[in-house]
């Protein structure tokens, strides 16, 4: 049927800007090749998202200089770090589905008002991070591990990270915001420049290099908060100005607890699986602890590699996650669902090519982190078994990412939940105790839950009930 289709920018959208930008900012993600669609908003998810591994992976590299107590230190209060992380991307998750409906019905009036009322927020949510992070930082270490040695050293570095965590989390909510509307690319050039500048600054501030002091495994942590809050900065220029495809604007706001009640609903299943993703490595920390600081180090080594494939795979599920909650807004079902296995498709290929290279070159790969024998044996095992669930990732994060974007959050609650308790947790304490098979039988255990996962998420794609579900 012929119809006479509504601009969908804002009719205050500055006319600035030329060539790539210009093409995001007025682009309707709902017309036009899927492939290309695809591709456009997808792979500047791809840098950002590589960038902020990036960011924590360079520390790590940086901070195995000062030894394994160091690496386990970092790596067990970075799971901790995660945890949190991983419950504010729940809530973006809400207003992901939310702004990417509204934008797809040409309702840009109501993205507006859910990015305005995300911001609210996430401000609460830095503050509850930052009493934790001061109060609480060393029973939450002490309960992974009793080393004293790990213990200093991750309540050290927690306690830094969560009093800043302001700046993650607002940093969190403007990509997540920008990123829906179907503005990929601002996110990506704010990310490879404020991650440009912690890569950069990082071992000045471990090391003591030229004027500064010399922090150790503190200035790990300050780094990162510096770099996050120059992105926060760059962030806001950006939502709050010309260039912006929702242009935010706090004038005339009225707080509307709908709206709020709304982004929760959506986001709190999210939520909850983004803590279990992350409380699974939390528990794994305390079941790998007592085999030492070798061991654990070599998890944290395996699981910072792993994060270069989960990156992409997670970047292509958050651009198939957007196509379809524009297209379902767009009252188009069909084209949603392509997106999607369109995007796995992808993803697969991807990962399939980049494990098997991975697993050819592990020993030079672990090497950039530490080449201490134990270790390097350890984390060789550790990856061998890991790249058995490496190759299915594209089917769970693509196909999780796609039904929240669809706002149909419960179902990929409910996945997680069962695979954490019923799969991870429980072999993760059986096979190391009542088997020979030591820590790695960890290793096993995660590799099985994410087999499980994937293959969950796939029969309850292919249900079709998403497609219905109202946000």
Not at 63 to 76: C, F, K, M, N, Y
Not at 189 to 212: D, N, S
Not at 308 to 326: D, K, R
């Amino acid at each position: 049927m012929a119809e006479n289709k509504p601009n969908p920018v804002p009719p205050n959208l500055s006319k600035s800007g030329e060539g790539l930008l210009a093409q995001r900012m007025k682009k309707d993600w709902t017309e036009g090749s899927l492939f290309k669609n695809l591709w456009l908003i997808s792979w500047p998810m791809t840098i950002t998202q590589t960038l902020m591994s990036l960011g924590p992976t360079i520390d790590m590299i940086w901070v195995g200089r000062l030894g394994e107590v160091a690496i386990a230190g970092v790596g067990v209060s970075g799971v901790v770090v995660q945890l949190a992380q991983g419950a504010m991307m729940g809530l973006t998750a809400g207003m992901r589905a939310l702004i990417a409906r509204a934008i797809g019905a040409k309702d840009t009036e109501m993205a507006h008002r859910v990015a305005q009322h995300a911001v609210i927020i996430s401000a609460l949510y830095a503050v509850l991070m930052a009493i934790i992070g001061h109060f609480f930082a060393e029973r939450i270490i002490s309960f992974i591990t009793t080393d004293p040695e790990i213990v200093a050293v991750g309540t050290m570095y927690m306690r830094i990270e969560f009093i800043g965590g302001a700046t993650i989390t607002f940093r969190m909510m403007m990509d997540a915001i920008m990123q829906a509307s179907g503005d990929s690319v601002n996110p990506m050039q704010i990310a490879i420049f404020f991650r440009t500048f912690h890569i950069v600054l990082c071992p000045f501030l471990i090391f003591g290099w030229w004027i500064f002091p010399e922090l150790g495994v503190r200035g790990a942590a300050y780094t990162s908060i510096i770099a996050q809050s120059l992105g926060v900065l760059l962030g806001l220029r950006v939502l709050f100005g010309a260039k912006s495809r929702l242009k935010l604007s706090f004038k005339g706001f009225r707080f509307d607890l709908a709206i709020i009640w709304r982004i929760i609903r959506i986001g709190f299943p999210a939520l909850v699986s983004g803590i279990q993703r992350t409380l699974n490595q939390f528990i794994l920390q305390k079941f790998l602890a007592p085999f030492g600081a070798a061991v654990l180090a070599a998890h944290q080594i395996t699981q910072r590699i792993e994060m270069f494939l989960f990156m992409p795979a997670m970047s292509f599920g958050m651009g198939a996650g957007v196509l379809v909650g524009q297209n379902l807004g767009a009252k188009k079902p069909e084209r949603a669902e392509k997106s999607a296995w369109l995007a796995v498709g992808v993803v697969e290929v991807f990962v399939i090519v980049v494990s098997a290279l991975l697993i050819i070159f592990s020993g030079p790969v672990i090497h950039l982190f530490n080449s201490d024998p134990t270790l390097d044996a350890t984390a060789k095992q550790f990856m061998n078994i890991a790249v058995f669930g490496w190759v299915l990732i594209g089917f769970m994060f693509v196909l999780m990412s796609s039904l929240q974007g669809a706002g149909d959050t419960w179902p990929t609650m409910l996945i997680q939940i069962t695979t954490t308790w019923l799969i991870t947790i429980p072999f993760a304490y059986f096979l190391p105790k009542y088997t020979n098979f030591g820590a790695v039988g960890i290793r096993w255990a995660i590799t099985a839950s994410a087999i499980v996962n994937a293959l969950a998420n796939i029969l309850y794609f292919r249900t079709g009930r998403w497609k219905t579900k109202k946000v």
